[in-house]
């Protein structure tokens, strides 16, 4: 039995409003929107994953930090300038928890949907 070529080809987040949190990533990842529709919107580059928004009813965020409603998954995202990168994010509408592990090294923020992601230094 051979292995079967498998890609990525997005990584999708629920949310309430798809159109919001596409225009929240794509203005911070610079990433264009390829395909769009009342429930769903995807960002990308030809060729490469995308990031999708998928509209769900009743959608309840993550809560962070808490185990009874863990994250499940977040973006880990690279920064050169923590500091700044941060104040990019909160103009965009992202949300600073009281809740930071690591501040020095990494910053979790939630988007305006509620789904935490990093913004970190390493790897960069």
Known sequence: MSNPK???????LDC??????ARFYGSALDL???HRSDDYV???REGAPGLGF???S???PPVWPDPAHSKQAHLELGVEDLDAAQERMLALGAVLPDFQPNPEAWRVLLDPAGH???LATHGV
């Open 54 to 56: 998928l509209r769900q």
């Open 42 to 44: 995807l960002l990308g």
């Open 58 to 60: 009743g959608f309840r």
């Open 116 to 118: 935490p992601f990093c």
């Open 16 to 21: 309430p409003d798809p159109a919001e949190l």
């Open 6 to 12: 498998i890609r990525l080809l997005s990584f999708d």
């Open 32 to 34: 264009p929107v390829i």
